[in-house]
């Protein structure tokens, strides 16, 4: 049995969840608020969300836990047998992340948490992000997926990153971060009622 440690206000937590729930894989959730206390440093070495504890041995990061995931569930899969086209996968996740998700929680401080972000700080991420959505859009095929065909690793991270980094975008600048992208929000919109992500977001709701 798997578990899952974390809060289901991350939206990491919320992605390996999915995952876990995609992949069939047996586990169950325990509450464990971001710390630098000890007992959760030992499971995720920066106190974040969210970790998993697999026979008495721990594994954090989001992209980590998936690569566990795939090699010890290989069905459904979530990456291509192709190497090359495995790569574009991993490539579209890691851009999705760095350039706009990472990129909008620069201001998550003042989003969500009441704290003033400075407005150079507002104006370099507003830049940043705009160059963000252009490299992302180029690399997303939404025919109907994120990849292309097959549903892979890259829809889980388009719903849970662009979920948060829209919410942000909205509280700090009052623009919708999709506005532009209509094929980005048809494909939330598809993944919004699969399966996994639809019981993960309701169990949330919840």
């Known amino acids: 049995m798997i578990k899952l440690y974390g809060l289901p206000m991350s939206n990491y937590y919320s992605l390996a969840k999915a995952l876990l729930i995609e992949k069939g894989a047996p586990f169950e959730e325990v509450k464990a608020p971001p710390t630098q206390e000890e007992s959760n440093l030992v499971r995720t070495p920066m106190g974040k969300m969210p970790s998993i504890e ?58 969500f948490f009441g704290q003033s972000v400075s407005d150079e700080t507002k104006a370099a991420t507003d830049t940043d992000l705009q160059r963000g959505m252009r490299a992302v859009n180029r690399l997303m095929v939404c025919a109907p997926y994120a990849a292309g065909a097959e549903l892979t690793l890259a829809d889980f991270y388009t719903f849970y990153t662009f979920g948060l980094s829209g919410g942000i975008v909205q509280k700090i600048f009052g623009r919708d971060l999709l506005d532009g992208y209509d094929n980005i929000r048809g494909l ?7 399966p996994s992500i639809a019981r993960v977001e309701a169990e949330k709701a919840g």
């Open 188 to 194: 939330m919109a598809r993944l919004a009622e699969h």
């Open 54 to 111: 697999v026979d008495g041995h721990y594994l954090s990061e989001s992209l980590a836990i998936a690569s566990f995931l795939e090699g010890a569930y290989p069905e459904p899969r979530l990456l291509p047998t192709d190497p090359f086209a495995a790569a574009k996968v991993m490539e579209l996740c890691c851009h999705i992340t760095l350039d706009v998700e990472l990129v909008a929680r620069r201001c998550l401080p003042e989003a």
